[in-house]
């Protein structure tokens, strides 16, 4: 099975500053990576699919890239409704369809 | 809008048996891929299972194979996932979602709900 493993597990960070999360798969899986962020209590919501392709109603503030086993989430300008914990989740293949062990994104 | 309203979390003894479901309206259930999630307190998210459009198709986790079955009635536009020989590990928020294909063959899940909790204890 593919392991994901999501660095740093905790960030801290302020309004507008820019912020990258990483992902990293145990094998190449392509850009069969997609992004989803979860605030407290609440269900995920998905921001990016396909690596780099934006949800429809996500802000542009959010991007992603990657290709094989290194992907990256970007958020440009953090928003105070940004903070949140923030997962990958590889669809490469068959299942299972793992995800990583989440970031959590913390106000400074 | 689409929709997936979970039910049927409950508090259940070790060893025991549970029938989630999960109600979908908005969309075409009958030509949709559905995958089971749960998240167990204060950790993060694991991938439980899916199941194809027919039916025909399911996949699931390690941890909960010859345990936990998922089932689906598109007649009725209702997901399930029978849970038998239930473990303290089982205990979850455990969330429905529709798993949908991009143009370019990508799955990813774009409609969640809002969970059901099950509770394992004695």
């Known amino acids: 099975d593919i392991q994901m493993t999501q660095s740093p597990s905790s960030l801290s960070a302020s309004v507008g500053d820019r912020v990258t999360f990483t992902c990293r798969a145990s094998q190449s899986i392509s850009n069969f990576l997609n992004w989803y962020q979860q605030k407290s209590g609440k269900a995920p919501k998905l921001l990016i699919y396909?690596?780099?392709n934006l949800q429809g109603g996500v802000p542009s503030r959010f991007s992603g890239s990657g290709f094989g086993t290194d992907f990256t989430l970007t958020i440009s300008s953090l928003q105070p409704e940004d903070f949140a914990t923030y997962y990958c989740?590889?669809?490469?293949?068959?299942?299972?369809?793992?995800f990583g062990q989440g970031t959590k994104l913390e106000i400074k | 809008e689409a929709q997936l309203v979970e039910s049927g979390g409950d508090l259940v003894q070790p060893g025991g048996s549970l029938r989630l479901s999960c109600a979908a309206s908005g969309f075409t259930f009958s030509t949709s891929w559905m995958s089971w999630v749960r998240q167990a307190p204060g950790k993060g998210l694991e991938w439980v299972a899916n199941i194809n459009e027919d039916g025909s198709e399911k996949y699931y986790v390690d941890s909960v194979k010859g345990r936990l079955t998922i089932s689906r009635d598109n007649a009725k536009n209702s997901l399930s996932l029978l849970m038998n020989s239930l473990r303290a590990e089982d205990t979850a928020v455990y969330y429905c979602a529709r798993q949908h294909r991009s143009s370019r063959k990508v799955y990813y899940m774009d409609v969640w709900g809002k969970g059901t909790t099950v509770t394992v204890s004695s």
């Open positions: 989740q590889q669809s490469y293949s068959t299942p299972p369809y793992s």
């Open positions: 396909g690596a780099s």
